[in-house]
Nanobody, 119 residues
Framework: QVQLVESGGGLVQPGGSLRLSCAASGSIFSINVMAWYRQAPGKQRELVATIINGGTTNYADSVKGRFTISRDNAKNTVYLRMNSLKPEDTAVYYC?????????????WGQGTQVTVSS
């Protein structure tokens, strides 16, 4: 079994910062792509940022220059540093990962963590 557990969400004022963490645990051989998605009320889930095993990153235009994705392969953990937060960043943030388990590549989701940007 593999689990992704997110932490770090909360309430922050506009212009503030938060760091999200997502730790993968279980029968993991290796992790390929790790990513963060978000879903605001009444909207579809959208991709925020991705990072591959080698460290290459990609960002949605709406967060470029404000968010930074990183990973610690030794800890099977991905992070999302969010700076200059805006009310429109308010959403449930989900961790996602492509993980090799017993020779099979599977896709996993975390349970989500709420980020609210409001004064």
């Amino acid at each position: 079994q593999v689990q992704l557990v997110e932490s770090g969400g909360g309430l922050v004022q506009p212009g503030g910062s938060l760091r999200l963490s997502c730790a993968a645990s279980g029968s993991i051989f290796s992790i390929n792509v790790m990513a963060w998605y978000r879903q605001a009320p009444g909207k579809q889930r959208e991709l925020v940022a991705t990072i591959i095993n080698g460290g290459t990153t990609n960002y949605a235009d709406s967060v470029k220059g404000r968010f930074t994705i990183s990973r610690d392969n030794a800890k099977n953990t991905v992070y999302l540093r969010m700076n200059s937060l805006k009310p429109e960043d308010t959403a449930v943030y989900y961790c996602n990962a492509d993980i090799f388990v017993r020779g099979t590549l599977n896709n996993y989701w975390g349970q989500g963590t709420q980020v609210t940007v409001s004064s």
